[in-house]
C-alpha cells in the first residue's frame, strides 16, 4: 500500500479492471470500503469475497446504474445514511464510446453521463461529509490531451466518434478537479492510470497494456501521497500538464456552470451550488 489509505472510501466502478485492483489494495487498510458496480449483488458475491479477505475493510457493495442518474443519488444517500464521513472518493467507474452515439436513460449523451456527469454529482453529493484531510481522484486518461471540447455541443450531436466521445468526456473530469481544487473543502486530483490491459482499452484501441494492478497503484498514489497537490493532474505517477484547454479558467468556469444545469435536477441544498453566471 502507497502512503495512508483513510478510514471511509468509495471507490465507483470497482467491480473490473482497474477499479477491482484498486478495491482488493485499498481494503488492506480501509476502515471501510464502498464498493460500487453495476452489475447485481450475485453477480458479484465472489469478487466482493474476495476483497473482504484481502483486509480488514468493512466492505459494502453497493449497486448502481451510471446510466441512470436517479442511481447515482439513490448510491450517495445510501453511503450517507451508513456514514457521516468519507475520507476518501475514487471515482473511477467508465464506459467506453459507444460505437455510434447514443443517450443515457436521462437523455444524455451516454459517454458523457457514465463517465463525466455521474462523477460530478457523486462528487457534489458525498463532499458535504468530506473533511479538509479528504481527497477526490477522478481516474481519467492521457487521451484528454488529444480531445477539444466543444462546450456549445457537449452532447456530442455534430461528428460524433467513439474514441473522441471517451476522451472529451475524460478532460472535462480533468477541467473539473483543476477548478474545483479552488471550492471543495478537501483536495481533488485527477489522474491517466497508464494504458492498462482492460476491456475498455481493447473496446476503442487495438494496443496491449499492463496489468491491472499497476494501474492500481498509480491511482492509489494519486489518492494517498501527500506530496499530490490539489487541482494536480497525474500522468501515473508524475504530476504533470493537462490538456491546454484545461489550464483556461474560463472554459473551467463555463464547463462547471453548464454542468450543473445539467444536474440540476439531481441537485439539492446540500449539494455544491453553481457560481451566478
Known sequence: MIGHTPGTVVLTGGTSG???ATAL????SAQRLFVHGPEPHSAVQPLVERIRAAGRAEVVYAQADFDRLDDVVALARQVASATDQVDLLI??????GAASRRCSADGYEATL????????L??????PLMPATGRIVHVSSATHLSAHLDLDDLQFHHGYQPAAAYARSKLAL???AVRQSGHYRPGIVSVHPGVIDTRLLHAMFAVQGR??????ANVIHAACDPGVPSGAYLDENRVDEPAGQVRTASLRDDLYRRTMVLLGPWLDGSAAQPDPA
Open 113 to 120: 453521463q457514465t463517465n463525466y456527469l455521474a462523477a460530478v
Open 25 to 28: 489494495r485499498v481494503a488492506e
Open 174 to 176: 480533468v477541467a473539473h
Open 122 to 127: 457523486l462528487t457534489e453529493r458525498l463532499v
Open 18 to 20: 482497474i477499479g477491482a
Open 211 to 216: 496489468n491491472a494492478s499497476y494501474g492500481a
Open 91 to 96: 471515482n473511477n467507474a467508465g464506459r467506453p
